[in-house]
Structure formats: C-alpha cells, structure tokens
C-alpha cells in the first residue's frame, strides 16, 4: 500500500495543465457554464477532442491494437480529473473514450471496430445514452422498447427518456428488448444506432436545469441495421453492466467540486469572509467531502489498474462524488446570495450543473441498496 | 498508487492481530473500563514486538504506523497506542516511557490516560512549542468517566512544565496528533458498523431481520461510505507524513463522520447498544471522546481552511 503518484502521471498532469491553457478560448468559462450538452460545448468538442487526438491523449488509455498507448488508468484518472474540473471540454465525448469505446471493443464485431473505433478516437463523433424509458427508471430492467428482426433490419419502437446529449449526437448506445416474450434481464440487447435512422424523432424536454438537457426519443417503426447489434443478441444486460461499471465512476465530479470550492474560498477572501468561523469551516467541510470522494474514486481505479473484476467500492465512489458536486453547489449558494438568482451567473451555473447529481446515471438509492448487500453483506427482505 | 497491503504489511497486520486476539476485544475493554484500568500488557506486547516504533522502523514508516493504530482501535485495545507510535514517533521525541498522554495546555477537562501515564506531551499553541513532561503515576488523579477510556486530571502547574521540543514543535505536535485521531476514529468507527451491522442482520422484529430494511440499509450504507473515505483519507495522510493539509482533512473529515456513527449505530440498534452487554458503547463512547479531544471537528475544520486558503 502506498499513494505516491507515478512520476511520469504526475508530469502528464503538468502536460494537460499546460495544453488546457493554450488550447481553450478565452471565453471558455461563457461556453462550459452551460454544460457539456449545449450546442456550443458539443461543437467545440470536436475541435478540442482533434487537440487531444492529435497528441495521442484522448484515447490513450485504450490498447494498442484499437489506437490506444495502453496507458494505465491512473493516466486516464489525470485526465478526467482535469478535464472534468475545467468544465469538461470533451462534451459529451468523455462517455466515448471512458465506456463506449471499451464497450465496443469488448463486445464489437471486427466490423464494428473498425467502423466506430477510430472515430471515436479522433474525436469527431458523438454519441448518447439511450437507457431510460418512461417506465424503466432506476429499474432499468423495465424497458419496454422493442426491436423486431426483420430482415436485415430491427424495426423498433418505443421511447427513450432523459436522454442527454441527443440532439447533437450521431449514434444512441441503445437499450432494447429484443425477444418481446422476455422479462427483465433477459431478451435485452443493445444497438449502435445512428441517431438519423427514419422513424427517430427527438423532443426535448424543457427543464430547470438549462436548456437541450433532457430529451425524449421516440421510435416508430425506425428500421436499424442488423449490423448494428452489439453482441450476442438477449445479451444486452451483460454489455450494459461491463459499460455501467466504467461510467459510475467515469466523471470525476469531485474534480470539478474541489476547482469550484477553489474559487468559492477566493470570493469568501475578497469579501472579507474569511475571519467568520462559520465560513471557514463550512468550506472545510466541503474539501473534506471532494477528498472522501477522490480517495474514494482512486480505490475504485486502483482495482481496474489490477485487472480486477469490479467490486462495490465503485457504488461507495459513486454516491461519495454525487455528495461533493451537491455539498459544493450549496455552499456555492450560500456564500452567494442573492446573485446567484440571475441566469448565467457563477452560483447559478454550477448549481444548475450539479444538481442533477444525485439521479444521473442511476440514483443513488440504488447505489445504497447495491452497498447494503454487496459491501456489507445484509441480508434481503 | 497502491491500494491493497504488501506483503510486508500483511505480515505487520497479522502478527498484531495475533497479539489482539489475545490481549484485546471488546469483553476485555468492558472489563478493564470497569477499573479504570489500563491495558499494560497489551501495551507491553506491542511494544516488544517492536509495532510501538514501526514508524521508526527501517523498511516501515507513519503509514504502517497507521495501519496498526487502526487494528488496535478497532479491538478496542485499552492503549494509548497512536499517541506512543504515531505522535511521539512522528516528533522524534525519542523513546519516551509510556503510556503516553496528549494535553492542551490549558486542557479544559480530563485527558485521556492521564491517570496512567508516564510521558505527558503539551501542545502550548500559545507559546507555539510542543513539551515533554516526565509523570510519576498517579500525579493526575483519574476521573470517572463514561467516555471509552481511563481519564486523568492534569494539573495546571503540570501542564505548563516539560521541556520544549524546539522550533515549529507544536505545528508537528498537531499534526501527529491530528493524524492518530484520525486513525484512531477510522478503527472505532469501523467497529461500531461491524456490531451494528452483525447484530441488525439476526435481530428480528416485524418477521425479518431489521438489516433487511431499506430504510435501516441505506443508512448504515451512508455510515460505510463515510468510514472507507475516512480510512482512505487517514491512509494517505499517514503515507504523506502527516503534511498539515492531508491530516486536517482525514481528521475533521472522520471526526464529524464519528458524530453520525455513533448516533446512527445506537439509534438503529435501538435500547441493547446502551446497555454494558452489548459491545457497540465499547466502540462509540471513544468516538465522543475522539471527537471532542484537540478542539473538536471545528478547529480541525479551521486548521484544513488556513492551510489550503490562507487565513483572513
């Protein structure tokens, strides 16, 4: 046991520092306060992912043989620590390089691979989520959407919910059930699909959060290759727990909270507010809770560097992030006041940002139940 | 970056728990706090087999230090063992007769060991040095206390004696101290979810186990996710040589978990955890004291701020 960085990851973090400096626009905190789905950030992904490409970074933890460098998690860690505390210039593309590719990779077809790979590792595709449903929330094992064979064709139909990132994005990693006699787990089975299949239709759904954040996306009758069924089909569930295990821990929030505590504390000193007690210390208690959620997180990548099967501490990591962007976002309100009010502001921006953190990507009761038989071992109802 | 122990370690935590299987538990703290006593001959084991100056030790450092400190808190050893093996260590105050007792200067109540304690160690934030004071037992006179361990009186007289430790003495002093405190905690409060979670998994009421509650899961799971990240924290501090930063983080971090540890773990386990035959209070009574021992979570807090942001 010992938690020293490697040098040469501790450099890179100096490397991506320094390349975070020279490539983002000046006007980068106007784009990135509106979130990684917002047109403008998905456009400048493509740019700012090509940056990346081009140097060998944005896919560099991916191996070799798929246009990787085969570097350790922990490089990839750097990464996402910088990229998600700056405001995460990648978009939405950091679900690419963190689970789609690895998804695609372990389950593709070679003709998969190769269509889908090398996009995904020159930055220029986008892609979104296509879990939830209406009826299938937190109980993802609900989803109702189906894709009949036909042909060389699934025509599928049914709706997809809160979809993030959609309405710039190319393909949807899509959840379907495949076998219409099935139940839960079993009979689902996961599509590439091109976002521009004829029957996709996109709504947004207008929420306080900000603008193009969720969405809804119906399937009528759409007709998607056959070609584009990722793995063997009824064995969606299996490719989407190796995927899901990759996200939970995928953004590093904490990241982001820490860089935000940063600023809240420099503010507190411009005003004067450091010589209250009750300021200092609720700052404190927030670097505590990012730092519960770092240590948490590197736990959680210290057993993918090892090869090891996923484990709960990846549920404890998960909850640890969601609690720091909220514990942030709070105090961010508080020691604000009253400005934080308008639209667009510093307070308002990150709260907005952060307070989806809680139920995205799988609420966190789920994650508590998950921890209550995994990690602690108690017993069902 | 390494999270698991090496073999070096595994092999340290094994042979302690050898020497806890036989000389700690929590029927043996139960017995012990009945006299005020003091667990000499744990102390005596540790220390011969040399876990007491592992920090010192070739080979091994504060971490491993640590990581003892942790097992024998969450044996409820009846020990001062992180004051001995994390803070007069971490000070370089030499090989200091134990037990070793850690006070403010002004301390505003009972000291933990005081009543036994042969080293008295004095953060003097005022005269910003750190002092080493030779103690005959009995020169404090004990306390009775509720609070986990034997308590001691430290005269005032006595509190501004010793002999100074030198420049920037009491900075190092707060920060081992600090670090044991947090390590201390990360081992009680783990203790205090294993009984709790043991007992709630066989207790049965409304036809089930009461662990088999949502309601009661979610939150012992919060409990766990608060105890791994103070372990972690703790961890790592310890690794780093306790720097200012890292050990009030672990500290007020793990320090404010213990306040919801141990309302958690009695609340849910409901009338049983008050009660001297249920081992829970041997565990969570410490954490009030560990809590409150060297300011409290607020200076902890306040420490973290000035280090990472300056002060006003």
């Given at each position: 046991m010992e938690f020293g960085w490697a040098d040469e990851d501790a450099r890179h973090r100096d490397e991506i520092l320094g390349f975070l400096d020279e490539v983002l626009p000046g006007d980068w905190e106007a784009i990135s306060k509106h979130g990684p789905g917002s047109d403008q950030q998905a456009a400048f992904s493509r740019t700012f992912c090509g940056e990346m490409a081009a140097r060998g970074?944005?896919?560099?933890?991916?191996?070799e043989a798929f246009g990787g460098r085969d570097a350790s998690p922990w490089r990839h860690a750097v990464v996402g620590e910088e990229m998600w505390a700056i405001g995460e210039p990648r978009g939405a593309q950091y679900m690419n390089v963190n689970w789609i590719g690895p998804a695609i990779m372990h389950f593709g077809s070679d003709a998969q691979k190769a269509e889908h790979l090398p996009r995904i590792s020159s930055g220029d595709v986008l892609w979104c989520q296509g879990f939830s449903e209406p009826e299938a929330?937190?109980?993802?094992?609900?989803?109702?959407?189906l894709a009949i064979r036909d042909g060389d064709d699934y025509v599928v139909n049914g709706t997809k919910i809160w979809t993030s990132y959609v309405d710039n994005a190319d393909f949807i990693f899509l959840l379907v059930r495949t076998d219409p006699d099935s139940r839960r787990h079993k009979g689902v089975s996961v599509l590439l699909c091109p976002?521009?299949?004829?029957?996709v239709e996109v709504r947004e759904i207008p929420s306080v959060v900000g603008a193009r954040y969720f969405h809804e996306v119906f399937f009528s009758d759409a007709r998607v290759p056959a070609s584009c069924l990722l793995g063997p089909e009824g064995e969606g569930w299996n490719v989407v727990n190796y995927a899901l295990q990759y996200e939970r821990?995928?953004?590093?929030r904490y990241a982001r909270a820490a860089r935000t505590l940063d600023r809240l504390a420099e503010i507190a000193r411009e005003r004067g507010l450091l010589s209250d007690p009750t300021v200092v210390e609720r700052l404190a208690e927030a670097r505590g809770v990012c730092e519960a959620a770092r240590v948490l997180t590197y736990r959680v990548i210290d057993e993918r560097a090892k090869g090891l099967p996923p484990s709960p501490h990846t549920q404890l990591a998960r909850v640890a992030g969601t609690r720091s962007d909220t514990v942030v976002a709070n105090l961010a309100l508080d020691l604000l006041g009253a400005e934080a009010f308008e639209y667009g502001s510093y307070g308002d921006a990150n709260f907005r940002l952060a307070m989806t953190a809680g139920v995205a990507v799988g609420a966190t009761e789920v994650q508590l139940n998950l921890i209550a038989s995994r990690f602690l071992g108690l017993p069902k109802l | 970056m390494d999270f698991e122990l090496d073999t070096d370690q595994q092999a340290i935590l094994d042979a302690v728990g050898v020497l806890l299987a036989q000389y700690a538990g929590p029927g043996r703290a139960i017995d012990l706090a009945a006299g005020d006593a003091y667990d000499f001959d744990l102390d005596a084991a540790l220390a011969d087999a040399g876990f007491t100056q592992v920090a010192a030790t070739r080979g091994t450092g504060p971490l491993e230090a640590a990581l003892v400190t942790e097992a024998v808190a969450a044996a409820g050893g009846m020990v001062s063992f992180g004051a001995a093996a994390l803070v007069a260590t971490g000070l370089g105050a030499g090989d200091l007769p134990g037990p070793i007792a850690i006070s403010e200067a002004r301390p505003p109540g009972p000291v933990r060991f005081a009543s036994h304690a042969r080293t008295l160690l004095v953060l003097d934030r005022k005269a910003d040095e750190a002092r080493v004071v030779a103690l005959e037992p009995g020169t404090c006179a004990a306390v009775r206390s509720s609070f986990g361990y034997p308590m001691g009186r430290v005269p005032d007289a006595l509190a501004r004696s010793g002999d100074a430790l030198g420049g920037g003495s009491a900075a190092r002093l707060a920060c081992w101290w600090r670090l044991a405190l947090a390590a201390e905690a990360t081992g009680t409060m783990a203790a205090c979810l294993d009984v709790t979670t043991r007992y709630l998994s066989q207790r049965r009421q409304f036809g089930q186990a009461i662990g088999s509650f949502q309601a009661v899961q979610h939150r012992l799971a919060e409990l766990a996710i608060q105890i791994e990240a103070s372990k972690w924290l703790a961890r790592e501090a310890a690794f780093q040589g306790a720097p200012a930063e890292g050990v009030a983080t672990a500290a007020s971090y793990a320090l404010a978990a213990a306040a919801q540890v141990f309302a958690e773990t009695h609340q849910l386990s409901g009338?049983?955890?008050?009660?001297?035959?249920?081992?829970?209070h041997v565990f969570s009574m410490r954490l009030q004291t560990l809590r409150i021992e060297h300011g409290g979570v607020g200076a902890h807090r306040r420490a973290l701020s000035a280090e990472r942001w300056g002060r006003a």
């Open positions: 970074w944005l896919t560099q933890h991916w191996p929330g937190s109980d993802l094992a609900g989803l109702r959407t976002v521009d299949s004829p029957g821990v995928g953004a590093a | 009338a049983i955890g008050f009660t001297r035959e249920h081992d829970l």
